[in-house]
């Protein structure tokens, strides 16, 4: 049987990644090839450097034979990307079982169980055998398997998990991958303590993806400032807490973070 991973740099592929490890390969011998699309974004190049940067190259495969840049909108938006990547991917390798980093709180209209189900029985028909696409985690919350993380790998020791996930990880509309390395902090409510360390942010601390990303790791406990104050006031205004509650809660918790610190008037960071 032959299994592939949609395969990038981004928060979901690594806890995704860490799931599978833990749970399938206990129980079996069967590999699963990460794969990943060069797609010529704008932001492709940095996320290679990433994907280097984190993992040996022998752990994924990189492909480029998808070209998106003349249909990727300002905002990084690319129609029906998924769906593009799953046929590639089915088409490249001959899978039988194609897994995708979908999780219970992505709002793309091509990620959700419903559309994978569709395109199982689409390729299932074309390729003339059963073919599965699927995520492990169409149940879970981001902030859910942070919390799982850095119970089951660390032990409860939120700061290694935090730092682990905030450097090994990427999503930025920007194109920026590096910047200079930042302070955080953890605390509740109105007291919050600063580390004595430092850490590399990776992103432009403006963009949709990168609000993403630090506020399902906030499940740690952890916060990195963040400058964008729309986009906050926006996920503020949307956050449904009855459907998604952990979510929610790791969410918020960034979000009075940020709030104190304007109060304080310390949100003034160089990105």
Not at 52 to 76: G, L, M, W
Not at 79 to 100: E, F
Not at 135 to 147: A, L, T
Not at 184 to 190: A, I
């Amino acid at each position: 049987m032959k299994i592939v991973q949609l395969f990038t740099p981004g928060l979901d592929s690594y806890l995704s990644d860490w799931c599978l490890r833990e749970d399938f390969y206990k129980d079996q011998d069967q590999d699963i090839d990460r794969l990943y699309f060069d797609l010529n974004s704008k932001y492709s190049m940095n996320e290679k450097l990433m994907l280097e940067r984190v993992h040996p190259r022998q752990f994924y495969k990189i492909t480029n034979c998808i070209n998106i840049s003349n249909i990727e909108h300002d905002d990084a938006h690319v129609p029906n990307r998924n769906l593009l990547l799953v046929v590639m991917a089915q088409s490249l390798t001959d899978a039988d079982i194609v897994y995708i980093n979908g999780m219970k709180d992505d709002r793309v209209s091509d990620n959700n169980k419903d559309i994978f189900d569709a395109f199982s029985l689409v390729l299932s028909k074309s390729a003339e055998k059963q073919v599965t696409v699927t995520s492990p985690f169409w149940k879970s919350e981001k902030s859910e398997i942070v919390k799982s993380f850095t119970t089951i790998k660390y032990q409860g020791d939120e700061e290694e998990a935090f730092r682990e996930l905030i450097q090994n990880t990427y999503s930025c509309f920007s194109g920026i991958l590096f910047n200079n390395p930042v302070r955080y902090w953890t605390g509740t409510n109105d007291h919050y303590v600063e580390s004595r360390r430092n850490i590399n942010s990776f992103g432009c601390l403006k963009c949709p993806a990168c609000f993403r990303r630090l506020s399902a790791i906030a499940a740690t406990g952890f916060f990195v400032p963040f400058s964008n104050h729309k986009i906050v006031e926006k996920y503020r205004s949307s956050i449904d807490k009855d459907k998604l509650p952990l979510r929610n809660e790791s969410t918020m918790n960034f979000i009075k973070f940020l709030d104190w610190r304007d109060e304080d008037g310390k949100n003034q960071i160089s990105v």
